[in-house]
T-cell receptor, first 114, second 113 residues
Framework: NAGVTQTPKFRVLKTGQSMTLLCAQD?????MYWYRQDPGMGLRLIHY???????AKGEVPDGYNVSRLKKQNFLLGLESAAPSQTSVYFC?????????????FGEGSRLTVL | GENVEQHPSTLSVQEGDSAVIKCTYS??????FPWYKQELGKRPQLIID?????GEKKDQRIAVTLNKTAKHFSLHITETQPEDSAVYFC????????????FGKGTTLSVSS
């Protein structure tokens, strides 16, 4: 039982390049999230999904797109990377409503945009 | 939308002392308030939570208090130990549907022996 797995764990991009971060969970959770973590800024919600085929914007959605084609996967895309997107990205999942339990986080993906 | 403010941003204590971290939230509809701990280089993990129908909750050396009228909640750690050194995040659920968590900016706690 791997929990929440993120790939890749490290990536360096040049400005303007595109990439996709993959999050996979094997706990049959309905809700999935993408957060970014920057020094002094905490964890900021980018996008989230409350079920297969659904997505919604969080606090900082600009410059990112997401897709949830399969219940176990949640993809985060950067179409044209910018240095401001240099960050550590965390994927998380939860069974249902947040207050029924906890968020299970992945190990994080460190992205550097030059 | 929900706004969660957390203070202080850094906190240094001696081993054995108590540590208190405070958060305020803006949305009066929020009804669930968890605390997450993140050790250096690791993922955040839930350490304690409280719901709006409870004023205080305790788990060994950690406790959380909630004042819904004032819209603030606090984390209390007693008898601190070096392994308590980490970044602590408070959070709130911004809507009645319970679909997401909004986090504070974090408090870096350093416990020196």
């Amino acid at each position: 039982n791997a929990g929440v797995t993120q790939t890749p764990k490290f990536r360096v991009l040049k400005t303007g390049q595109s990439m996709t971060l993959l999050c996979a969970q094997d706990m049959n959770h309905e809700y999935m999230y993408w957060y970014r973590q920057d020094p002094g800024m905490g964890l900021r919600l980018i996008h989230y999904s409350v079920g297969e085929g659904t997505t919604a914007k969080g606090e900082v959605p600009d410059g990112y797109n997401v897709s949830r084609l399969k219940k176990q996967n949640f993809l985060l895309g950067l179409e044209s990377a910018a240095p401001s997107q240099t960050s550590v990205y965390f994927c998380a999942s939860s069974p249902l409503r947040i207050e029924t339990g906890e968020l299970f986080f992945g190990e994080g993906s460190r992205l550097t945009v030059l | 939308g929900e706004n969660v403010e957390q203070h202080p941003s850094t906190l240094s204590v001696q081993e054995g002392d108590s540590a208190v971290i405070k958060c305020t939230y803006s949305d009066s509809a929020s009804n669930y308030f968890p605390w997450y701990k993140q050790e250096l280089g690791k993922r955040p993990q839930l350490i304690i939570d409280i719901r709006s129908n409870v004023g205080e909750k305790k788990d060994q050396r950690i406790a959380v208090t909630l004042n819904k009228t004032a819209k603030h909640f606090s984390l209390h750690i007693t008898e601190t130990q070096p392994e308590d050194s980490a970044v602590y995040f408070c959070a709130a659920v911004p809507d009645a549907a319970g679909t997401a968590l909004i986090f504070g900016k974090g408090t870096t706690l350093s416990v020196s022996s």
